[in-house]
């Protein structure tokens, strides 16, 4: 199974980035998909949560607004349109797929794509 992060960079205040997490090894139609960021002595948060069912997609109270998760099963991708990106919004940013099934718990990551926001 493998998940590959990408579309991070730097990026300037108020600026735009969309990531894309490409997937193989799973039937991405059958697991959660979501988006967790982390930056420097900080726990991993999680900003984007895309159910199997998309229209029941969520974003964290932090980036509400400015942040949507989407997912394209055909694809086997996930992506994070961010807009009006802070500062605060810099941090490693990275892909999660997560499925209960037959009394166990899958859960797979990828590598993370860092995202800084500065002038």
């Known amino acids: 199974v493998q998940l590959v992060e990408s579309g991070g960079g730097l990026v300037q205040p108020g600026g735009s980035l969309s990531l894309s997490c490409a997937a193989s090894?799973?039937?991405?139609?059958?697991?959660?998909m979501n988006w967790y960021r982390q930056a420097p002595g900080k726990e991993r948060e999680l900003v984007a949560h895309?159910?199997?069912?998309?229209?029941?997609?969520s974003n964290a109270d932090s980036v509400k607004g400015g942040f949507a998760g989407s997912r394209d099963d055909e694809k086997s991708t996930a992506c994070l349109q961010m807009n009006v990106l802070k500062s605060e919004d810099t941090a490693g940013y990275f892909c999660n797929a997560w499925r209960y099934y037959g009394g166990r718990r899958y859960d797979y990551w990828g590598q993370g794509t860092q995202v800084t926001v500065s002038s």
């Open positions: 090894g799973i039937t991405v139609s059958e697991y959660d």
């Open positions: 895309i159910p199997i069912e998309e229209s029941d997609a």
